[in-house]
């Protein structure tokens, strides 16, 4: 990848082996990537480090994904 800003993937998953398995899979494809096991945890990376993407799961422990999904598209920072 040319840019190293635009391979910048934040996987958010609650379920350790499923953050696991996809992480593995996009790091061998040479994405970095981050990890977050909670939605408030997701959401400080996400304006941390500023994702070109974001792999969410909509079950999380802590909040629902879909209304995180909600809260980062209708913040024009993140």
Do not use: H, W
Request: charged share 30%; proline share 4%.
């Amino acid at each position: 990848m040319a840019d190293e800003t635009q391979s910048i993937i934040l996987n958010v998953d609650d379920n350790e082996p499923m953050r696991y398995a996809k992480s593995r899979v996009l790091k061998a494809a040479g994405f970095t990537v981050f990890e977050a096991a909670s939605g408030e945890e997701g959401l400080r990376l996400i304006a941390e480090v500023k994702p070109v993407l974001v792999l969410l799961d909509v079950k999380l422990g802590d909040m629902d994904g879909v209304a995180l999904a909600r809260t980062i598209k209708s913040d024009p920072a993140l």
